[in-house]
């Protein structure tokens, strides 16, 4: 057997990685120019991320899906959310090969491209009142377009930024780009806020809400320039190269790393779990079955965003001093217990409402902080790029892709309880990847 196949087999410990198993190289990079790159770029991804959530709570059942009762037209407009997760993993092997023939600028260039002209699109789209039902097909045509363009936005920055950080402080560097997430949450809830509030509902629904996809597709082009400056710098890209953060095709890395793909998919899902069914599943609860403001509502999310940005610095603190598996493995202990509750505060009116929204983005940040070192810790360095990129894919697919759709499909049919199993389950699959991972490791040591 080949080194490389050897290797392929055998996962090396989160926490050996975070205390220096990297090799170094004499040209370093200065790990804050990286960082300012990598949060601008996740920034602008989870905005138009955020603002289409959103949107497919507040707007599209009743521009889309008119003529169908409410609960209906958001189920159906969750089923559509969820396109551009599956969508998601086929837009980073088709990437891949585009960067092995043009490079990495090109594919990060098409990429962004179709990301902004898929959300632009959305913005211009008539409604099924012009259209008919051909406006839906081309919601969902647009949807997937975002789906693959976010699956050719990888840029390998964030491994960057790991592998460049101090010792000691890898924890804390790896969190740095999970910070785009509460702050395109923030923006995009805010700037909903207003909108709705500010406007007539009937305002709202003509034209308000295609404002924020305008804004997401101004923060894209900004995104663009700014990310393609860093990543076609001299220095920059010699690292790129140095670190081995080349894409390999999505077969070989399937036949030589699938376990490894298996572990870090499955290490994050408590964390990808837990992320919409405090993002977008309350605000449709809210919308449909309490008496709740949506205005105020969104302004708790606000205040929750902001609890989850602070929660992810200190993840990047516990993760650094107790190791990064022990922090995940914790954290998704926490979620399990937090699971329980999760049914008496979402029915326990506007007091239990906000207390599991504020509590959960607390868990969130804290869990969602370290989930990207899951990732990136077991490959071998060939193919942790490609590593990196195709295991978040899956784990956004598996944990976090229709969980929407089932947490308010089940239980505005079912009942609230269906929420807990979800997140009950998520919890469990990641303990189980964590302590199959300590498994191969203790075995190789034998």
């Known amino acids: 057997m080949s080194s490389i196949s050897q290797a392929a087999t055998l996962p090396i410990s989160f926490d050996e990685r975070q205390h220096g198993r990297f090799p170094e190289t004499e040209n370093h990079v200065d790990p804050g120019d990286i960082a300012v790159g990598v949060v601008i770029g996740r920034t602008s991804e989870y905005f138009d991320f955020f603002v289409y959530g959103i ?15 409410r609960l209906d037209g958001t189920l159906w407009s969750f089923a559509l959310f969820a396109l551009a997760f599956i969508a998601r993993p086929i837009g980073t092997v088709v990437s891949m090969a585009i960067q092995r023939r043009w490079g990495r600028a090109t594919k990060l260039t098409i990429a962004l491209f179709l ?17 008919g039902f051909t406006a839906v097909w081309l919601l969902a045509a647009l949807r997937i377009g975002q789906g693959l363009a976010l699956g050719g936005s990888w840029d390998g920055l964030p491994s960057l930024l790991a592998m460049n950080a101090p010792k000691g402080r890898r924890g804390w560097y790896a969190m740095l780009g999970q910070l785009g997430a509460p702050i395109g949450f923030i923006l995009a809830s805010a700037l909903f806020a207003y909108l709705y509030g500010a406007l007539s509902h009937a305002d709202f629904l003509d034209y308000g809400w295609r ?32 670190r081995e953060l080349e894409p390999v095709s999505a077969t070989e890395l399937v036949r030589t790393q699938g376990a490894n793909v298996f572990i870090g998919a499955f290490a994050a899902l408590a964390s990808y779990a837990l992320f919409h069914l405090v993002t977008v599943f309350p605000l449709s609860w809210i919308q449909l079955y309490t008496e709740q403001s949506i205005v105020g509502f969104l302004l708790i999310q606000v ?23 022990r922090t995940l493995g914790t954290l998704a202990a926490m979620i399990a217990v937090f699971s329980g509750f999760a049914p008496t505060l979402l029915d326990g009116g506007t007091l239990g409402q906000d207390v599991f929204i504020l509590l959960g983005f607390i868990l969130l940040g804290l869990s969602y902080g370290q989930s990207s070192g899951t990732v990136t810790a077991n490959f071998a360095p060939r193919y942790r790029y490609t590593g990196a990129a195709l295991t978040s894919d899956i784990a956004w697919l598996f944990g976090a892709a229709f969980a929407p759709l089932v947490a308010l499909g089940l239980s505005a049919h079912f009942g609230l309880g269906y929420v807990s199993v979800y997140l009950l389950s998520g919890a469990a699959c990641t303990l189980g990847a964590l302590g199959l991972n300590r498994a191969l490791e203790d075995r190789e040591r034998d």
């Open 55 to 69: 949107a497919s709570v507040l707007v599209f059942p009743a521009v889309f899906f008119p003529h169908m009762q």
């Open 115 to 131: 990301l902004g002209s898929s959300t632009a699109g959305i913005a211009f789209l008539p409604g099924t009142a012009s259209l």
């Open 211 to 242: 404002y924020p996809f305008f804004v997401a597709f101004a923060i894209n082009v900004v995104a663009l320039f700014a990310r393609l400056r860093l990543v076609v710098a001299e220095d920059v890209e010699e690292q790129l190269n140095q």
């Open 303 to 325: 205040l929750g965003g902001f609890l989850c940005a602070a929660s992810i610095a200190m993840s990047g603190r516990l993760a650094d001093r107790y190791g990064r598996r």
